[in-house]
């Protein structure tokens, strides 16, 4: 058949419509997706690949696909990467308390209102108050994310004058965004100063004696530099901002907001300050442990000039976040060992190892099958700073390793596993011990996939 021919008899969107009549989703959205499918089969056509296809077969492919749309999302995977900030797979893991104070605040509930006097309150009112104590700082504020504190900071601070910031420290965070860019896309100037690998005081100087409204230093949070560099400290910093009269902005990313043993190299939000800063941004959702935010903390009055700016109303963030958040600063403010996060952390070897043993065990697997493994914190933190872990390492005999991942992932749980060196690694650390009968299925299944016939 001509590929005129099998474009001309392909079927009718009215027609496959009718076949989905009794599909929940509603018409003009049945519609679009039936469009887009028709259109994919017209483009393989005229590709060349002679197919012609049914309305059944179409709107079988389509009730596929709207299932797929109407179905809960983003929802749960076993995180076997070992990666433990995993932007990609959701970031921090919350605590229990932090998702029951999401649910307990999704309908109705104490937003902005005082309940024993009735009268209109803030959001921030008790996050504030726990927030600046953790932290150290005279106030504090809470935006969506790191970058839009990165944005009301220096929108606010530094307005259409430039910021000072040092070559070595334009950080790319990831998916491509630059902290540069991020404080131009809000119209503040950035004049770069020193050169990547060093950077010294009288640069600094020089770009505040050519205008600059702010000192901004970032932390080297996904990246390290080694060799014949320098910069100076943020007390350095401070003496040369305060003595131009120009506020110092630290941007550490990383949220910590104290030292634990596998992450004690990482600044925490109260020694920045204590070191000089005026204001610190971070985020919520790496070393902090919580929700997706950021966190503006520091100086009683620039905090008040971030909070008034126009764009502070654009990036405040919602309820159930604010619940998340605040439990999130509870736990670090009485029970931090509860913290998920520092959990996942702080799992020894050895109980890593047992895991591994007994699922390896209970699949029949060689002993060989459980592996020492390296985990990383991941999510632009502790660059290069590495978890002793233990897992397993799939046999070669399941099957090619993109394979044996791409199956993993197929589940009802999807399991996103490491792929390195040409073999499949599940990293335990990362998944919850909870979930180890989940994956042992889902390894044995993969034998029985294997299995011919
Ligand atoms: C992660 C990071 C950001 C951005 O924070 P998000 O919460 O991802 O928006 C900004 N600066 C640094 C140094 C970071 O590490």
Redo the contacts with the bound molecule.
Sequence with gaps: MRVQEILARLPRVDHVLDLLADHPAQRPLQKKCVQALLNDVRTSVRGGKHALVTSEQVADLARARLDTYLAASPTLVINATGVVLH?NLG?APLSEPAIAAMCAAAGYCDLEVDVATGVRSSRLRNLQWLASGLCGAEDVLVV???????LLVCTSLAGNAGVALSRGQM?E??DR?R?AE?VAAAGTGVIAVGSTNRTHLRDYQRACEAGAAAVLW?????FVQQGFVGEPSVAELKKVAHANKVPLIA?????CLASRTCFDNEPTVAEVLAAGADIV??????LLGGP???IIAGSAALVARCRQHPMARALRVDKVTLAALHATLSLHATTPNNLLLHQVCEQPTSALQARAQAIAEALGWPATAVVEVQDTLG???LPGQQLPGAGLCVPHKLGKPSDVARRLRGGSVPIFARVHQERVWLHLRTVPSTADGELTTALKNLHVQIRPG
Excluded: E, P
Aim: aromatic share 2%; hydrophobic share 30%; glycine share 22%.
């Design positions: 932007t970031r969506n994310n790191g970058a839009a504190a990165i950080v965070i990831g965004f902290v991020m970032v932390h080297r949070s996904n941007d550490l990313g990383s949220g941004t971070c985020s919520g959702d790496k997706q935010a950021g999510g632009g933190s």
